[in-house]
């Protein structure tokens, strides 16, 4: 394993050079985080399908157990256990519209990762950096345990268990365990662990932060140890249900499905399981006794148990319903974890939408009602009260607001606007309107990928590393 060693050592010094201002080093938090012969048990997968561009590039590589899906490159890079996920990636001759001018696109949009460490990440294009349009880019960077990287080109930055960057141009950044950033670009910061931060320049601000001691029930991280808490308990808990899903090459679901929906082969389904139309169920979803209504989806890294997502409901990658009730057109955000109990349901009513990094906890019954917001970390009716408010008075709002450990500044109809648009673009994108013959989007893409795998060298000096391997249409 020693060209495995030199590749990490290589990829900890390009991301320490680019913390260098920050005076970070990334290699405490990272050294034996995952053993090396681990990541030789696993193979990596690759999906072909004539709906998604096809263009892989693997080369001087370990890849263990990630799944690749449209054009990607990946040079000199340690991937383990991620989902690149390049489906809705921009084609040549498209126009990107970026406030009032319109940019051509000269070549194929294409993933490319570059001296860089992800685990258990998801990566989903495509890049809304103007600068950027025809590359989506990940770079002399590492980010841990299911970490989101949406729609964000990376460069330099190091990013904490269960930490998201969406929509954001990050250069030189250090963001702590379980922090949201959606922020246009951000460069050279040091983001506290908690912090859920949603800005559109000159528009408005949105800042919520969790209490360390609170959020350290959750999720902790620190130099020298692994990930612990909760959510990383809850996922280690199920282990072994993701381990069977790879025992074997083909395996035929027991669940049955609509012909306009997708459940993807390497999803967990757990007994009692309603798939109804237009229905979208990600890898590395897992759904236990649960009814999808019409037009739901379930994204990657997503756990739905015990409950009842009515219809047109969006999980955000990550997401996590424990007995609970959704009512319709209800929007669940990434690394969102909503936790009622078998004796005290969580209600939430339509249209509502739960900000990205909300932790739901309660021991009584708790109700939602339609048409809200709400964000942070709420355990009973009180603090739901604090931080939660009706969506039409959101909109209605304009200037600035403080509430406990949240504060905005700004329009926020803007805010309220984006959301909703973004989740009606979402829906539309998994096919949830599907109607025969319009509005084809994932659900029905997905039902026929071909699934491929790439096993690493089994010994010497290249032990774990695979081939280099390039495949075109």
């Not at 989007?441 to 491929?452: E, L, P, T």
Request: charged share 20%; hydrophobic share 35%.
């Amino acid at each position: 394993m020693i060209e495995l060693q030199n590749l990490f050592d290589r990829i900890v010094q390009r991301v320490n050079i680019n913390l260098r201002e920050l005076e970070y080093d990334v290699k405490p938090f990272v050294d034996n985080l995952i053993p090396f012969d681990q990541m030789l048990k696993f193979y990596a997968i690759y999906g072909v399908t004539t709906n998604h561009l096809l263009d892989f590039h693997f080369r001087h590589s370990n890849l263990g157990g990630t799944y690749f899906l449209g054009k990607c490159h990946v040079n000199n890079s340690l991937l383990y256990k991620s989902d690149i996920r390049g489906d809705e990636l921009k084609q040549k001759g498209e126009v990107y519209r970026y406030k009032d001018i319109d940019i051509p696109l000269v070549t194929d949009e294409g993933i490319e990762i570059e001296n860089s460490f992800l685990v258990k990440t998801l990566v989903h294009c495509f890049s809304h950096d103007p600068e950027t349009l025809e590359k989506f880019f990940i770079t002399n960077t590492i980010s841990t345990h299911y970490a989101n990287i949406h729609g964000a080109p990376i460069d330099g930055s190091f990013l904490g268990p269960f930490a998201t960057v969406d929509l954001t141009t990050m250069n030189d950044c250090v963001v702590g365990a379980y922090s949201y950033i959606q922020a246009g670009e951000v460069d050279h910061l040091n983001i506290e662990p908690g912090t859920l931060w949603v800005r559109s320049p000159g528009n408005f601000e949105f800042r919520y932060q969790y209490p360390q001691e609170r959020l350290s029930k959750y999720i902790q991280f620190s130099a020298g140890r692994p990930p612990r808490g909760e959510l990383i308990e809850f996922i280690r808990e199920r282990k072994k249900d993701f381990e069977r899903i790879y025992d074997r090459v083909n395996l035929e679901s027991s669940v049955p499905v609509s012909d306009n929906a997708a459940l993807d082969r390497f999803a967990v389904c757990k007994p009692r399981i309603q798939i109804d139309e237009n229905v979208l169920v990600a890898q590395h979803a897992y759904l236990e006794n649960t009814h999808m209504g019409k037009g739901a989806n379930a994204q990657e890294n997503c756990f739905i148990i015990n409950s009842h997502l009515k219809g047109f409901n969006v999980t955000a990658h990550g997401g996590k319903i424990i007995n609970a009730d959704l009512g319709e057109n209800g929007f669940v955000g990434f690394n969102s974890y909503l936790k009622g109990r078998s004796d005290a349901r969580l209600t939430i009513g339509p249209e509502c939408i739960v900000m990205p990094h909300t932790i739901i906890d309660i021991e009584k019954p708790l109700e939602i009602p339609a048409g809200h917001i709400v964000w942070g970390l709420i355990t009973n009716s009180a603090e739901l009260a604090e931080n939660s408010v009706a969506i039409e008075k959101l909109a209605g709002f304009k200037g600035s607001l403080t509430r406990a450990n949240m504060s905005f500044e700004g329009n926020g109809k803007i805010l309220v606007d984006a959301f909703q648009a973004r989740i009606h673009h979402i829906l539309e994108a998994n096919g949830a309107f599907y109607d025969g013959s319009g509005h084809v989007g994932h659900a029905q893409k997905n039902q026929n990928i071909s699934f491929n795998i790439v096993h690493p060298y089994p010994d010497g000096d290249s032990e774990g590393m695979c081939p280099t391997i390039r495949i075109q249409p």
